[in-house]
């Protein structure tokens, strides 16, 4: 379903596993982003009704989500830990040439945002399956269902505002190159890295 080309190696749980602090953190940072970047489309592209409407009720959940992971921080007795870059996102980001039209950059970024919420839906299944923390695993079955609806919203986004067969093939060109980041990731308690 989700079209990733490279899936993540099983043995990453076995990483995450040993320091849920650090996904746990690594997470909370990568919701807020989810907010913020939600918030970034509402305030560049505030012509598109539509698109607005969706990215309110986003940006809403996210920082719902946002909460719900730095109250399991809060509930181990920790603090949320300090920001980290998202390695795997600077490279994603590498991917489409700077500059183009307003609606090309609309469209590159919305498949951004698809592809890395479908690297996390597909990271937190691994999480709802394997992990020995059954309420966790529980906690990562129900995100992995909200990151499925991210994906295919901002995919079926890009392909409403962008020419359909150019954005597919942008798609699996963008997959295929998510790939290549993929084979130097997944050895780091991180979502995406």
């Not at 009704?49 to 399991?72: C, N, T, W, Y």
């Not at 839906?121 to 990151?147: G, H, I, N, P």
């Not at 409403?160 to 780091?188: H, N, P, S, T």
Request: charged letters at 30%; glycine letters at 6%.
């Amino acid at each position: 379903m989700l079209g990733l080309k490279l899936p993540t190696d099983p043995r990453w749980v076995n990483i995450v596993s040993k320091n849920i602090d650090e996904i746990l953190t690594d997470h909370a940072y990568c919701e807020q982003k989810a907010a913020s970047t939600a918030i970034s489309f509402i305030v560049t592209y505030p012509e598109y009704p539509e698109l607005v409407q969706e990215m309110i009720a986003l940006s809403r959940e996210e920082m719902g989500h946002f909460k719900m992971v730095h109250d399991r921080i809060l509930a181990r007795g920790k603090t949320l830990g300090r920001y980290r870059k998202d390695e795997y996102v600077i490279q994603l980001m590498k991917f489409f040439p700077k500059g183009g039209s307003r609606i090309t950059q609309l469209v590159h970024r919305l498949l951004y945002a698809a592809l890395i919420e479908a690297r996390s839906c597909e990271r937190f299944r691994l999480l709802s399956e394997e992990l020995e923390d059954k309420e966790l695993a529980e906690f990562y079955r129900k995100l992995m269902v909200s990151e499925a609806g991210h994906y295919t919203l901002f995919l079926n986004f890009a392909r409403k505002f962008g020419e359909r067969k150019e954005v597919d093939e942008k798609w699996q060109q963008l997959l295929d190159y998510e790939a290549g980041i993929m084979k130097d990731l997944g050895k780091k308690e991180t979502i995406h890295g």
